[in-house]
């Protein structure tokens, strides 16, 4: 599917080629941007930009990169601006394990943290610069309904996710005077349809390592979530290229769009 506006865009994606991200990659193709993959899984990435090479439209490259790791980020930040401006950034490194706070090894806080939140701090400190400087930009960062929501078994990666809505609301009041526009979406649980299709880090093989218990977590989400069922990943994908388009969403920033079968209700 086309979005209108990011023809020849350049459009750099961390965790384009994991369970949401391949859909969001997949439509930027469409849509006829340059893609580049940022990835520590560099042969699911190849898999994901082959795909996207289909469109016959843009670019696509994948970089290798360590989301957590400054001088990565930077390495990846300079190699990606041999294709010219940083128009848009995906920002959708994620990663949880499931269990109550009280049961929960101290020892993974840091790696939630981590991955949840320091990672885009990482990026926002090293691309706004390089938005600002052009006069343009837009940012979208992955947030979750259980940051928006408290849910006992997703008590650390929730408040990080919610962390994030606050961090990113406060960076928009900043860097809207320069053109540069920073959303987030927020979505309800979305489990991939296969494992294979997931990249090697996904959160989703810790989560599906055992089927009945992951089956009786997405059937206890259902029974919450007013649509009764968890999402699919294009779901997802769209309200990323709904922000991202300067057609659709130039005049969206600050904002959080929810994409949880009504999971969480803001007025
Ligand atoms: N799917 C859901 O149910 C759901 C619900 C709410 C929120 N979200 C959020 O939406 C975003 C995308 O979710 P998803 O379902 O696509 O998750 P996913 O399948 O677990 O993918 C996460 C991606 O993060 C990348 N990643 C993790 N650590 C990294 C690091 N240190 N450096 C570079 N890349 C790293 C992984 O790539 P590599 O394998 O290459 O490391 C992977 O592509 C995440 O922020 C997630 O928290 C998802």
Redesign the pocket.
């Known amino acids: 599917m086309y979005y209108p506006g990011l023809e020849e865009k350049n459009v750099l994606l ?9 859909h969001v990659t997949k439509l930027f193709a469409e849509s006829g941007a340059n893609i580049v993959i ?5 042969k ?2 190849e898999q994901v930009a082959t795909e996207a090479r289909r469109s016959n439209k843009g670019e696509v490259a994948v970089v290798e ?5 400054w001088d ?1 980020v930077e390495h990846a930040v300079k190699k990606t601006q041999e294709f010219g401006e940083l128009d848009i950034f995906y ?6 394990v499931l269990g109550h706070f009280l049961d929960l090894d101290p020892g993974l806080w840091d790696t939630i943290y ?3 939140f320091k ?1 885009v701090m990482m990026a926002y400190k090293i691309v706004l610069p390089i938005m600002i400087a052009q006069r343009n930009g837009c940012f979208i ?7 928006r929501r408290p849910t006992p078994i997703e008590p650390v ?1 929730g408040a990080f ?1 919610c962390a994030l809505i606050h961090l990113a609301q406060t960076l928009a009041l900043d860097v809207g005077q320069y053109g540069v526009r920073i959303n987030v ?8 349809k296969t494992l294979d299709s ?7 093989h810790d989560f599906m390592a055992d089927m009945d218990e992951f089956r009786a977590i997405e059937k206890s989400f259902a029974a919450q979530i007013p649509l009764q069922r ?2 699919d ?1 294009e779901n ?1 994908a769209h309200a990323v290229l709904y922000l991202a388009s300067p057609v659709t969403g130039g005049y969206q920033t600050g904002q959080v769009i929810g994409v ?1 079968g009504g999971w969480w209700m803001p007025k």
């Open positions: 961390i965790g384009g080629h994991s369970n949401l991200g391949q940022w990835a520590r899984d560099t699911k990435a990169v360590d989301a957590t790791d990565s920002q959708g490194v994620g990663w949880d981590e991955r949840n990672s960062s992955m947030s979750s309904v259980m940051g990666y996710k979406v927020a979505p309800g649980p979305t489990p991939p997931v990249s090697a880090n996904s959160t989703f968890t999402g990943p997802c949880d």
